[in-house]
């Protein structure tokens, strides 16, 4: 009797000829490029260093697509948008010591927003590792350490028969749920040293899938099917999970009103009649979801900016659905389900009763009129047109992504973000810089739609050096930068504080001029002209910048009341 564990393929003569007669010329780099392409990359993102120049030198012998960026977060940043779009691990290529370093706050947004990223930097040579300090130049006594704290895993490589292995287990990591960056570290004389190993070819690495446990989805079920008022909070792991249409026949058939986090944007149809749409920061959407009897989670660990800043205090029962095992029951206690968000959407619409309730869609509308009420009351007309024109500006399907500005606390809470998986924002570990490398990213795994950035004057002079980057790779993105003259959130947050602002404000370029010094076309506009000077930078080709002067303000918060 032959058991599927004793079965061994065997390779063709052809396979094995090749492997017996590798060609010449290879090194460690070979087999990293052969290995990413082998589990099914096309696209890698990095920036070169004298410890990694093994790889960087492989990519020229392989059909590996490599976009280099000018700054190392920036490329992480690009990666971690292409993983989010795509869904594949994107792969990163760095550089050791100072150029792995400076790619940890791009990695901290990968990890908080589950963006599968491959991670893959240099190491001094074989003989620094474990903290024997020779003085190379970018030693580290122990580099990895700087990653356990950030990434899912961590691999060390220490000879070049462990890279294919090393490299497919990373894989895995990160495109197990959840999705996350993970760091694979590679000695230099490793990368560099010719290699008569045989030519990488297809690996599988495919994670396994997350299922729910079927007696928690069956209480979860019943509890759902007998609710007076029940209640879902759809997060990023819905988007993630590509769940939006399994949430959407689910809500529909419990009469279920849906809130979407800010991570989850793009997860409910913003015009839904059971849409409570993103308001999460405000009193009146935390009193309704208090009111639920039954709530049901879903791929949220409801953190801070998701419970209106822990002030959020649910009385009735709660189901939450995570995949992230840390994160379950860790602000609340609940029905907790460990699971794909895929997976367990399916089987509660398998169990779950059909219910009606006719009074949800009016709820619904009382409750986003009354948000309506409490921000006209706040006369921020101008934020609310900037916030419209760009919506009519933007094509429905085309992808957008926010830095920590003004106008993306904004978009958080009041931006229609279309279709799922379109809208993303640096809003999980909320570093400056995220937007404009990020949608180069975006553009890069998909040339077929334009996609906007959107960052202020000063998260922008995080990221000005990527316009050489979109000249150089012609990537179709348009760029708006709200120019206020400072980090606008944070003069709001001391004025409102301590009176007034310190360290706040901010000598910037023009960026018109500056954009055009890069060969990349720029327009100033005005609240009145933008919606069309950005619908006509978005339909041009290539890349583009579209600058507006003005001072906005946030709305009131509700949670310090």
Known sequence: MTHDHDLVLRPTDQQTAAALNPPDGRNGGDLVVEALAGLGATTVFGLPGQHALGMFDALRRSDLRYIGLRVENNAGFAADAYGRITGE????????????????????????????????????????????????????????????????????????????????????????????????EIPQDVLLAETRLPVVTAMDATPDGLRPRPELTAVAADLLSKAARPAIIAGGGVVRADASGKLRALAEKLDAPVVTTFGGKGAFPWTHPLSLQSWLEDRHTTDF???????????????????????????????????????????HPALGIHADARLALQALLETVEERADATAPDRVRELLAKVADRIAAQELTLEQRVLASVRRALPAHSPSFWDMT????????????????TMHSA????????????????????????????????????????????????????WLIVDDGGYGILREYMTDAFGEPTATELTRPDYVALAESFGVPGVRTSPETLEADLAKALTAPGPSVVVLPALLRTFAPTHLD
Do not use: C, M
């Not at 209106?308 to 189901?319: A, D, E, L, M, S």
């Not at 795994?445 to 922008?460: F, H, N, Q, Y």
């Open 89 to 184: 691990a994107a792969p990163l290529l760095l550089s050791t010591g100072p150029g792995a370093l400076t790619s940890l706050a791009a990695l901290q947004e990968a990890a908080a927003a589950s963006a599968p990223v491959l991670a893959i930097g240099s190491q001094v040579p074989t003989a620094g590792l474990g903290g024997g300090r020779h003085g190379y130049l970018h030693e580290l006594p122990d580099q990895a350490a700087s990653f356990r704290g950030v990434v899912k895993s961590v691999h060390t490589v220490r000879a070049q028969s462990q890279i294919p292995s090393a490299i497919a287990e990373a894989w895995k990591s990160a495109l197990t749920a959840p999705h996350g960056p993970v760091w694979v």
């Open 289 to 331: 979801l208090e009111d639920a009897d039954v709530l049901l989670v879903v791929g949220s660990g409801l953190g801070e900016l998701s419970s209106n800043y822990h002030t959020f205090k649910p009385r009735g029962r709660v189901i939450q659905i995570e995949a992230d095992l840390g994160k379950l029951e860790s602000n």
């Open 406 to 421: 003004i106008l993306a606390y904004w978009a958080w809470s009041a931006f229609d973000a279309g279709s799922p998986n």
């Open 427 to 478: 809003q999980g570990a909320g570093g400056l810089g995220y937007g404009f490398p990020a949608a180069l990213g975006a553009a890069a795994a998909d040339p077929t739609r334009p996609v906007l950035a959107v960052s202020g004057d000063g998260g922008a002079l995080y990221s000005v050096a990527e316009l050489a980057t979109a000249r150089q790779y012609d990537l179709n993105v348009t």
